[in-house]
């Protein structure tokens, strides 16, 4: 024990330290929907209007999903047949838009799923995922052995890709099946559904948030179908009545979850002293905006030289990270969105990011490593484990180009000055893909805390 470590032990408090860092007492409590098990529009809304006197821990929080899972031929069977969910479970949402007390929007993001899925390949260190994997549903799809051809990626068939095949066990174990239907009750941690939720990892009171999700609840006409099953199958998803897994317990509506927490008197009485003054606490959060592909960016097929020219935003605020997707064509769109894996066989050369037609890299990135060194970059380490993405799964499944612009800001007179951001690159695959683009952006928020109704304000210039 070195000298400081002495000097604390003797001079701190045991019973204080204890009261000001631990809770007396934690529930799970929950809201229905406002919808009560009649859904139209795919919506499923929320208003914590009710708890205003509680504090509350939106960081543990979670959505709990009743779907069902039908056939639209023949009746599911077999064990070798995939049923799963495509990339985790938080595919069954597509959209989130968050509201405060008066109406003010906190965010309002789109085709969520598609970066949720990247932020769980790169933001996941290898523990949490094993400790998260089962709500999340989430394993990722691994590429077969190599053979004659080398790096193989890995197909729907869950007898050679392991990850389909655990996502097919859960869907079929943790669910009731009757007939063509399967039924089972998702539970969606919201901290991986948005990244807001995990930045608030602390309890607030007298905020009422109004949270309405979009969900992935039908094959038409929707991006990124939630499942993949079997081409024969033609499987829809719907809410519906569904048991807790391993569980008697039935709902048919969703649930909002989340933690209440009460402090020792000690901590009550300090805070109650700061809500008479009022206090502030910032949040930084991430929010997205997705581009599809147009009708002129969809079935491209490549030759070795195909140009990649595209201007992503004429005027976007503080980004973060911008991600160029290029799946294999229809995969994520289109009628066999429920029948294929979500891979991403693009692969660029030559590319530069230019931020207000000024390059962003002195030399354009070129080769597979460059691309896969800056993906790593973003990935959580460990001593023991390095991501997620190894570098076979970037070349057979994952070749995802990631752009880390978080430096932007230090090369302009005002961080929050609006920029336009531009790809420009050469795709030297011979695959035919659609071409994707999210850009990741910083947001802000000012939680004024008080004894009455919190004030929030939203923006960077704060």
């Known amino acids: 024990m070195n000298d400081f470590q002495q000097i604390e032990s003797l001079i701190s408090d045991e019973q204080v330290n204890k009261a000001l860092t631990s809770y007396t007492d934690v529930q799970y409590e929950y809201l229905n929907d406002l919808q009560m098990g009649v859904y139209s529009g795919n919506i499923v809304s929320f208003d914590t209007l009710s708890l205003r006197d509680k504090w509350v821990n939106y960081y543990n929080s979670y959505i ?60 996941l260190s290898y523990q949490d995922w094993i400790r998260e994997a089962g709500d999340l549903v989430f394993h990722k799809d691994v590429d077969a052995d190599q053979n004659s051809v080398g790096i193989t990626p890995p197909t729907n068939d869950p007898s050679t890709n392991s990850g389909l095949r655990k996502r097919t066990n859960w869907t079929k174990m943790n669910s009731s099946f009757a007939t063509a239907t399967y039924s089972t009750v998702l539970q969606v941690p919201l901290r991986f559904l948005h990244d807001f939720f995990k930045q608030m990892n602390f309890p607030v009171c007298n905020v009422r948030l109004q949270l309405t999700l979009f969900l992935n609840t039908s094959t038409a006409g929707v991006v990124s179908n939630p499942i993949i099953c079997d081409v024969a199958q033609n499987a829809v998803v719907s809410i519906g009545s569904a048991s807790f897994p391993g569980g008697a317990q039935t709902i048919s509506n969703c649930r909002w979850y989340y933690e209440t927490v009460k402090f020792s008197p000690e901590v009550s009485r300090m805070l109650a002293q700061k809500l008479q003054s009022g206090f502030k606490k910032m949040v930084d959060f991430k929010i997205t905006d997705t581009y599809l592909p147009s009708t002129g960016e969809q079935n491209i097929v490549g030759n070795g030289n195909i140009p990649v020219q595209k201007l992503i935003s004429a005027s976007t605020v503080h980004p973060l990270r911008l991600w160029a997707l290029f799946p294999t064509a229809g995969n994520i769109r289109g009628s066999a969105q429920g029948n294929t894996l979500s891979t991403y066989v693009g692969r660029l050369t030559n590319a530069q990011v230019r931020i207000n037609n000024t390059n962003y890299y002195d030399q354009p990135l070129q080769t597979d490593k460059q691309f896969y060194d800056v993906l790593k970059s973003q990935m959580v380490t460990t001593p023991l484990h390095e991501g997620l993405i190894d570098f076979n799964d970037f070349l057979s499944t994952y070749h995802v180009h990631c752009f880390d612009l978080s430096r932007v800001a230090d090369r302009l007179r005002s961080p929050n000055e609006s920029v336009s951001l531009e790809l420009d690159a050469t795709r030297y695959d011979t695959n035919t893909c659609d071409n994707f683009y999210i850009v990741e952006r910083l947001q802000r928020i000012s939680l004024n805390l008080s004894a009455n109704e919190t004030n929030v304000t939203v923006g960077l210039s704060q």
């Open 64 to 123: 709990a999903i009743p779907v069902q899972i039908t056939s639209g031929g023949t009746t599911f069977d077999g064990s070798d047949l995939p049923l799963a969910f495509k990339r985790s479970a938080l595919d069954i949402v597509n959209g989130i838009n968050l509201q405060v007390g008066g109406g003010t929007t906190v965010l309002s993001d789109t085709n969520i799923q598609l970066v949720n899925h990247m932020r769980l390949l790169t933001e």
